[in-house]
Structures are given as structure tokens and as C-alpha cells.
């Protein structure tokens, strides 16, 4: 419908061209021939048409200079947390149940060392006898080595005849 | 409604994910930034939205295009963002809004003068003013029409809104935005 004061399409008419080109065909009709309305219509759509444009390009420099990080890879490294979670518990088993075994089980005998408490008695027996010679040998008094040498008896001068040493 | 060919065609490019993205990313985030007016919100939906599209492609019967699919599931995940409230959250935080000075930076390079350079700008900026001001369907619907061109049925099928709902909330966006360029009679 035209706008009796005006001569041109109204804002209902032309908002709905906008929104659906093949509209009231008297609007199309008005459109094709008025050159006010062709200016209307070609203002709207150029700024929307850039708005279209510059929103995509900005968004795609956004997007590019942001991480590309995809949620799908993500969800496929999720996969991996329980796989992974099971090794660490493996692992963690592996370490503590040796020291809860340790701590309540006697440790066996390597495999060939045959350890007995028999054994076990005859070689303690020897390494004290063993000790015990030591400790008689040490406890001997055997000649000083310097008598070998024969030296005169040892002068108990004191701090003086040191001194009087020192001084020659 | 399109033919078997394309269909297959459509289902078995949905494997590569990666593929689609690259095709459709940057519409479905402008999209969707332009919806909810949040930059960074908009890029954590578009990925979810990648996501379950990749999850549901078997869902996909072909019987709409690619692009129209994704905005369906695009404008579900706003609307459960909504729901949820979260989406109030962000908005309130508003410390990743839109920024259309920044945005002008992007504008097209064959405007003949600075002065039409100008022009441009500022019409820009009006666009994006009129957006603000426009609820959140009216703004999906909007840029589905004028920026995606999709026909009203497409908008109806993406937005699961009856037709004559998708024509008020465009009609009062258009109105809005023609106010704002000083282009109503």
C-alpha cells in the first residue's frame, strides 16, 4: 500500500518487502519504478550487507588468533584419563603393597642360600671367636718398637727441657 | 527437501569434524555473538555446538542443510544457556561485549573515499546499536535472515518458532534497525 501523503511505500510495506521479497505485489510494483524507495531500500541493505561482512571477518580474526581448541579432542583425551588413572593406580600399588608385604611377612630366602638357624649359630660362634682373639691381641702388652732401637732412657724435663731443645 | 546424494554426501562430511568446522566455525560464532552479545561465551557455545553435532550426527536426516542443522543446535544451546541462568552471568560480567569500534577495523577496502570509508562506519555502528537494543530472538533472527539468508521457513525450522512468530520478531527488527540508519518515512 502507498502512503497517500508521502507517494511512497509505508514502513509496514517496506519492512515487509525487506523481510520477504516477494511480498504484496503492488509493493514490488512501487519499488520497481520509485527511485526514492529504491534509495530506502538499497541504504538498508548495504549496511546490513556490511554488518554481514565486517562481523564475519572480525569474527574470523578472532577465531585465528584464538587457540583451536576442539572439544572433540578433548573428549578423546577423556578416554585416556581413565586408561590413565589405571596405570597410576598399578603403579602406586606396585610401590606400596611390597612395604605392607614386608612389614607382616618374613622375607623368604633367596632362591640356593639356604639360611638355617643351625648355620646361623656356627657362624656367630666363629665371628665371636674371631672378636675375641682381636681383642686378646690388642690387649697383649708387647715391646715398645722404640726399645728396638735402643735408645737412652727418656729425660722427664718437662716443659723446660723442651724449651731449652727449642732454643739451641 | 535434498536428494539422497547430497544427503550422504551431507552425513559423511559430518565425520570430519575438523572439515566442518573450518567450513561453518566462523558463521555459527559470529552467529551466536551476535545473539547473546557475549564474544567469549559465543566461542565456548560454538564449540560445544560442533561437538554435539558431531556427537548427534547420526541424527542428521538430511532433510535441511548442513548450516541450517548447526543453527538449530546452536540456538538450543543459547536457549539452555538462558535457562540456566548462566547466560545472565555473563551478560552482567559484560567484560567481553561486542566491541563494534573494533569491528570497523574489519570493514570492507573497496570504499572508494574516506568519506564513504566513514559512512560506512557510522552505519555500522548504527546496525550494531539497533542490535542492542533488540531481544535475543529478534537479534537470531535478524542475522539469520540478513546475514545468513535464510528464508523464513529455514528460520522457523532453525529456531523451531512458527513462521508468523519469525516474521513479528523480524518485523520489529527491521523496524529498529531502519530507525536507527533514519531511513523510515
Known amino acids: 500500500m502507498i502512503d497517500a501523503a508521502s507517494g511512497h511505500l509505508t514502513d509496514e510495506d517496506f519492512t515487509d518487502l525487506l523481510i520477504d521479497s516477494s511480498g504484496n505485489p503492488g509493493s514490488v510494483s512501487h519499488l520497481a519504478q520509485c527511485s526514492h524507495c529504491q534509495s530506502e531500500q538499497r541504504i538498508f541493505l548495504s549496511a546490513v550487507e556490511d554488518f554481514s561482512t565486517t562481523s564475519l571477518a572480525w569474527t574470523r580474526s578472532k577465531i585465528a588468533t584464538s587457540p583451536l581448541v576442539i572439544k572433540k579432542k578433548s573428549f578423546l583425551q577423556s578416554l585416556w584419563l581413565p586408561v590413565g588413572l589405571a596405570f597410576a593406580t598399578v603403579a602406586l600399588l606396585a610401590v606400596v603393597l611390597p612395604a605392607w608385604h614386608d612389614g607382616h611377612v618374613p622375607i623368604n630366602p633367596a632362591p640356593g642360600v639356604a639360611v638355617t638357624s643351625d648355620d646361623s649359630a656356627s657362624v656367630i660362634a666363629q665371628d665371636n671367636q674371631l672378636l675375641e682373639s682381636v681383642s686378646i691381641a690388642l690387649s697383649t702388652e708387647d715391646n715398645i718398637p722404640l726399645s728396638e732401637y735402643h735408645l737412652p732412657p727418656r729425660q722427664h724435663g718437662g716443659a723446660n727441657g723442651r724449651m731449652e731443645l727449642r732454643n739451641r | ?185
Open chain 2, 1 to 185: 527437501m535434498i536428494q539422497l546424494g547430497q544427503e550422504v554426501s551431507a552425513i559423511s562430511e559430518l565425520e570430519d569434524i575438523e572439515a566442518v568446522m573450518g567450513l561453518y566455525r566462523a558463521r555459527i560464532q559470529r552467529y551466536v555473538a551476535f545473539s547473546i552479545g557475549d564474544d567469549d561465551l559465543a566461542e565456548t557455545i560454538t564449540q560445544e555446538c560442533f561437538l554435539k553435532a558431531y556427537r548427534s550426527r547420526d541424527t542428521f536426516r538430511g532433510d535441511c542443510t548442513v548450516s541450517t542443522w548447526l543453527f538449530g543446535i546452536a540456538n538450543n544451546l543459547i536457549k539452555d544457556r538462558i535457562r540456566r541462568k548462566k547466560f545472565h552471568f555473563w551478560r552482567k560480567a559484560g567484560a567481553t561485549a561486542v566491541d563494534a569500534s573494533e569491528m570497523a577495523s574489519f570493514l570492507p577496502s573497496n570504499e572508494a573515499s574516506p568519506e564513504r570509508r566513514l559512512l560506512a562506519k557510522e552505519r555500522l555502528e548504527q546496525v550494531n546499536a539497533a542490535l542492542d537494543t533488540l531481544s535475543v530472538n529478534q537479534r537470531k533472527i535478524f542475522i539469520l535472515r540478513f546475514s545468513e539468508g535464510l528464508d523464513l521457513s529455514e528460520i522457523s525450522s532453525s529456531t523451531g518458532m512458527p513462521v508468523n512468530t519469525v516474521k513479528t520478531h523480524l518485523y520489529r527488527a527491521v523496524t529498529a534497525v531502519r530507525s536507527k540508519l533514519g531511513v523510515t518515512s
